[in-house]
């Protein structure tokens, strides 16, 4: 299993402004994603961030919006850019831990973190 | 249409019934289906995953898959108040590890 934490764990923005969010791991972990969690909505990828490699972006989710960087295995950071109403959400990220001989059978297990709640005005 | 659709309730049972949660989805690629578990203001938590068609169960809970219907459910069996929580499916392709999910189900189970 993997502990992860986040900060910050919620926070209120004004439009315009950008907000970095902090994704700590106890373990290494090759495999880190960014996810949101609107009202009502599904659990959404926004990109997945390998250590050493530019992040790669979901339909719909582009960098100048959603920077991340990825500096080494047990941490990553995501920016909220020039944030509006409409990015009010719960982000949250995740990790995969190191893969193991496993069957067809067996997934690799993804851990959450608690999320980071945003509020934007 | 959504790959993946979800219920989201709520779902208001007394303790002690059977509680049936379902999903249906598009891709008919999707091989690995999850269960997941998140409590207010926490992370989801996976509960419980079945590969392919076919049941599992792990204690009180049921998964099964149905590929010919696109459908999946999660039965609770003696619902407690502590399975009060979200419970959202989740989606795999054989290869990769993204995850679809639906939008989740919330659940209150009453003492």
């Known amino acids: 299993s993997a502990v992860i934490s986040q900060k910050p764990s919620r926070d209120i923005c004004q439009r315009g402004t950008s907000l970095t969010i902090q994704c700590q791991v106890d373990?290494?972990?090759?495999?880190m994603f960014w996810y949101r969690q609107q009202p009502g909505q599904s659990l959404t990828l926004i990109a997945t961030?390998?250590?050493?490699?530019?992040?790669?972006?979901e339909s719909g989710f582009v960098i100048d919006k959603f920077p991340i960087s990825r500096p080494n295995l047990t941490f990553s950071t995501l920016t909220v850019s020039n944030m509006s109403p409409e990015d009010s959400s719960i982000y949250l990220c995740?990790?995969?831990?190191?893969?193991?001989?496993?069957?067809?059978?067996?997934?690799?297990?993804?851990?959450f973190g608690p999320g980071t709640r945003l509020t934007v005005l | 249409q959504k790959e993946v659709e979800q219920d989201p309730g709520p779902l208001s049972v007394p303790e002690g019934a059977i509680v049936s949660l379902n999903c249906t989805y598009s891709?008919?690629?999707?091989?690995?289906f999850m269960w997941y578990r998140q409590y207010s203001r926490k992370g989801p938590e996976l509960l419980m995953y079945?590969?392919?068609?076919g049941n599992k169960e792990d204690g009180r809970f049921t998964a099964q898959v149905d590929k010919s219907s696109k459908y999946i459910s999660l039965f609770i069996r003696d619902s407690q108040p502590s399975d009060s929580a979200t419970y959202l499916c989740?989606?795999?392709?054989?290869?990769?590890?993204?995850?679809?999910f639906g939008a989740g189900t919330i659940l209150r189970v009453k003492s």
């Open positions: 995740s990790v995969e831990p190191p893969s193991r001989d496993r069957g067809p059978a067996e997934i690799n297990e993804q851990f």
């Open positions: 079945t590969y392919s068609s």
């Open positions: 891709n008919s690629a999707f091989q690995y």
């Open positions: 989740a989606m795999s392709e054989l290869f990769g590890n993204k995850l679809v």
């Open positions: 961030a390998n250590q050493g490699s530019e992040a790669t972006y």
């Open positions: 373990s290494q972990v090759t495999m």
